[in-house]
C-alpha cells in the first residue's frame, strides 16, 4: 500500500451537502462538525505518516487525516470502531467532519482503523519513535493558538491509569505462566514436551487448581507448578527462545522465586529487591505495581502538561509509562526536550516533581520551575543562608560569615550532607547556634547542613508573596484532568493491554478533550475563571 496525501477538496455541486435543505444545512453548521471540519481536520499533518507505506506505486492508502480525525471522533463520542465507520457512511455531520461529503464511496471499512493503529504500534516497537503522539502534540499545539494560548504558563500532573488486567495471587501468575505454554506446545503438536503435565491445557483446570482445592494444600499447589515449570523449561532447552509464552515463564520465575540450596521457591521480602516492576499478569507483560497514598495500582502512570491562559487550557503534551516511572523523571524527561526560551516561561507543578537537577535544568532552559505542596521534614529557616560550593559537597561559609575549619560529604540513600566543624568560639557566641543545630565540643562544634535543605527551605520564602498564591492558584485546575478522562473518557477501561496499544489509545482521548475545550470556547459556553497572574 502506497503513501498518497489527502488534499481535500472543495465542495462541488455534485456534494452531498448541496443536496440537504436549509434546515439541515444550519444544524449542521452550529453542531460539532463545524468545528472539527473547519479547525481540526485540516491541522492534522500527514507527512510524517509517510514511512508506515510503501515507496512503490501500488494501492493507495486511506487517508491518515482520515483516519486520524476518525479515532478523535471515536474517544470523543465513546464509539467502537464499527460504530465509528457506520456514522461515516450514514451520518452526514461525520462526513463533514472528515470532509468526505464529495467521496461517492466512503473511504474507511471495518478493518480501517484497527490496521492503521498496527503500523503505528509496530514502527514505535521497531524504530522506538511514537508518530501519533508527535501527531496528537503537535494538534495540540495549534488547538492552543487557535483558543489564543500561549506556553508562557504551563502546569503539569500525573495521574495512575488502570490496567485491563484480572489481579493475580502469585500464585496464579506462576500457574497461568505455565498453563500459558502448555497450551502453546499442545496447540502446535508437541504434546511429547507434555507428558504427565497433559492437565494445564484442560478447560477446567484452573478451577480446580485454585476454587475447587483444599487452601491448606496451598504449599504443595505451590511446590508442583514450581517443578512443573522446572520440568517444562528443562525440556524445551532453547527451541522456543522467540515464543512470547515462554518469554513470560523464563521472565516470570525469577521475579517471583529464588532457588536455595538447589531448591527452588517463592520469593519473600528477606530476599531483598523490590515486586514493584515486575509482571503482574502474562496478559499484560508491560503492567506494574505502585502504592501511592496507601493505595495499590496495576498499570500504567500518565502525565499531563496543560498551557494555561485566559481563554482556558489545552493538553499540549502528555507522557506515559509503567506507574513505577516518578513524578521527578516526568519533569526531567520534559525539561530536556525543551528547547531554551526566548521569553521566561512558568511551569507549575506539586512538591513530588521537585529535585535539585530539575530546577537546575529549568534554569538553563529559561523556566521559572514552581512546586506547590512542598513536603518532606520541616528544616530551620536560617540553612537557606549557608553558602555552598557549586556541587553543594561543601560548605563555603555559615549564616555568620565563617568558614568551616573542615568540612567532609556523605552520601545515603541518595541523599548528601555535610559535616562541618566550626571554631567552638565562633559558634558558642553565635546568635543563630540554636537554629543551626551546632553540637557544641571542648574545641569545634559540628553543624550538619545539606544543599537540598537550603533549597528546600529557599522554595517555601519563595511562596510567600502573592504571586506565588496566584500561580498555586493555576496549578489547582490541573486536578481536574485525572477526573475527565477516568469519568469522561473511560482511562480505566482501555479496551487494549500494553504500554504502546493503551498510550495510543490515551493520545486519543487526550486529542477528543482538546476538541471539545475548542469546541466550547468557540461556541462561547465555558465559564474561565480570570486570574490576575494572566493578564500580566
Known amino acids: 500500500m502506497s503513501f498518497r496525501k489527502n488534499n481535500y477538496q472543495q465542495m462541488s455541486l ?32 500527514e507527512t510524517p505518516f509517510q514511512v508506515l ?27 467502537s470502531d464499527d460504530e465509528v465507520v457506520e456514522n461515516v457512511l450514514l451520518d452526514p455531520r461525520f462526513q463533514y467532519a472528515l470532509h468526505t461529503t464529495s467521496c461517492v464511496e466512503q473511504p474507511i471499512s471495518g478493518k480501517t482503523l484497527s490496521r492503521f493503529r ?19 502534540t503537535a494538534l495540540s499545539g495549534k488547538i492552543a493558538k487557535m483558543m489564543g494560548i500561549s506556553s508562557r504558563i504551563r502546569r503539569m500532573d500525573s495521574m495512575m491509569i488502570a490496567a485491563n488486567i484480572k489481579k493475580l495471587s502469585r500464585t496464579e501468575l506462576l ?14 503438536g508437541k504434546d511429547d514436551i507434555l507428558e504427565d503435565l497433559e492437565h494445564y491445557y484442560a478447560a477446567d483446570d484452573f478451577n480446580k487448581m485454585f476454587y475447587y482445592s483444599d487452601s491448606s494444600h496451598t ?15 528443562d525440556r524445551c532447552g532453547n527451541a522456543y527462545d522467540d515464543v512470547t509464552e515462554y518469554q513470560l515463564l523464563v521472565r516470570c520465575l525469577p521475579e517471583q522465586t529464588v532457588v536455595e540450596n538447589g531448591v527452588r521457591r517463592l520469593w519473600t521480602k528477606e530476599d531483598g529487591g523490590s515486586l514493584s516492576g515486575v509482571m503482574q499478569s502474562p496478559s499484560d507483560p508491560d503492567a506494574t505495581f505502585r502504592t501511592k497514598a496507601g493505595k495499590g495500582h496495576y498499570g500504567y502512570v500518565a502525565n499531563v502538561d496543560e498551557s494555561v491562559g485566559e481563554n482556558g487550557s489545552v493538553i499540549t503534551d502528555y507522557q506515559y509509562e ?18 531554551v526560551q526566548d521569553e521566561e516561561a512558568t511551569l507549575i507543578t506539586d512538591g513530588a516533581y521537585s529535585s535539585r537537577d530539575n530546577r537546575r535544568l529549568a534554569e538553563e532552559k529559561n523556566i521559572n520551575l514552581v512546586t506547590t505542596g512542598i513536603n518532606g521534614t520541616q528544616v530551620e529557616d536560617i540553612l537557606a543562608d549557608f553558602e555552598f560550593s557549586d556541587d553543594g559537597t561543601k560548605v563555603l561559609r555559615c549564616p555568620a560569615g565563617h568558614e ?27 546568635p543563630h547556634c540554636k537554629e543551626c543545630k551546632a553540637n557544641l565540643r571542648k574545641h569545634v562544634a559540628i553543624v550538619t547542613v545539606s544543599a537540598n535543605a537550603k533549597e528546600t527551605v529557599e522554595l517555601r520564602r519563595s511562596h510567600s508573596g502573592e504571586r506565588f498564591k496566584n500561580l498555586a492558584r493555576i496549578r489547582n485546575g490541573v486536578e481536574t484532568i485525572p477526573s475527565i478522562p477516568r469519568k469522561r473518557y473511560q482511562v480505566d477501561k482501555m479496551p487494549v493491554r500494553g504500554l504502546i496499544r493503551s498510550k495510543f489509545f490515551f493520545g486519543c482521548k487526550v486529542a477528543a478533550l482538546n476538541f471539545r475545550k475548542l469546541y466550547t470556547f468557540r461556541h462561547q459556553r465555558g465559564h474561565y475563571a480570570q486570574n490576575p497572574i494572566l493578564a500580566g
Open 14 to 45: 455534485a456534494d452531498s451537502f448541496m443536496g440537504l435543505t436549509s434546515r439541515e444545512r444550519k444544524a449542521l453548521e452550529n453542531s460539532w462538525a463545524k468545528t472539527f471540519g473547519d479547525e481540526i481536520f485540516p491541522a492534522i499533518d
Open 53 to 79: 507505506y510503501s515507496g512503490h506505486a501500488s494501492r493507495p492508502n486511506t487517508p491518515v487525516n482520515v483516519c486520524v480525525g476518525a479515532l478523535i471522533i471515536k474517544e470523543l463520542f465513546g464509539l
Open 118 to 136: 498496527r503500523r503505528c504500534y509496530n514502527y514505535e516497537t521497531t524504530y522506538g519513535i511514537d508518530l501519533y503522539h508527535n501527531c496528537i
Open 175 to 188: 500457574y497461568t505462566c505455565v498453563a500459558k505454554l502448555a497450551i502453546h506446545l499442545h496447540k502446535h
Open 219 to 233: 504449599d504443595e499447589q505451590v511446590k508442583e507448578i514450581l517443578g512443573d515449570a522446572d520440568k517444562l523449561l
Open 322 to 339: 509503567c506507574n513505577n516511572y516518578s513524578d521527578v523523571q516526568f519533569l526531567k524527561d520534559s525539561l530536556e526536550r525543551t528547547a
Open 404 to 430: 568551616p575549619k573542615s568540612c567532609s560529604y556523605r552520601e545515603q540513600k541518595g541523599y548528601g550532607h555535610c559535616r562541618c566543624s566550626f571554631l567552638i568560639t565562633q559558634c558558642a557566641e553565635c
